[in-house]
């Protein structure tokens, strides 16, 4: 059974920093591209940050220069730093584990493919 176990989420001031981290069980991890998505209120589910097995990144144009993927294979965890943190950075983050390609999001966040595994989503809130 694959599980991704996240942790980190929670409630700071605008401009604050948080890190998630995930943890990855059952996966041949470093073999996997991995990702964060982001749920808010009447928005689509968005691919924030996704990182791959050579270790190269991919950001949405609204993480760039603010937040930063990265992971351990050793630790089969993968984390997301995120600094600078604005009220629209707010909502569900779900880690993603995919054995093909990360999903390219929209829609709402959950599983659409047998290759894709999703964690439980932690939640982050920004005050203004």
């Known amino acids: 059974e694959v599980r991704l176990v996240e942790s980190g989420g929670d409630t700071v001031q605008a401009g604050g920093s948080l890190r998630l981290s995930c943890t990855i069980i059952g996966l041949k991890f470093d073999a996997a591209a991995k990702g964060w998505y982001r749920q808010s209120p009447g928005n689509e589910c968005e691919l924030v940050a996704g990182?791959?097995?050579?270790?190269?990144?991919h950001y949405a144009e609204s993480a760039k220069g603010r937040f930063t993927i990265s992971q351990d294979n050793a630790k089969n965890t993968v984390w997301l730093q995120m600094s600078a943190l604005r009220p629209e950075d707010a909502g569900v983050y779900y880690c993603?584990?995919?054995?093909?390609?990360?999903?390219?999001?929209?829609?709402?966040?959950?599983?659409?493919?047998?290759?894709?595994?999703w964690g439980q989503g932690t939640q982050v809130t920004v005050s203004s």
């Open positions: 990182i791959f097995s050579d270790f190269s990144t």
């Open positions: 993603v584990a995919d054995t093909e390609w990360l999903p390219e999001g929209g829609g709402s966040c959950q599983k659409s493919a047998d290759s894709e595994y």
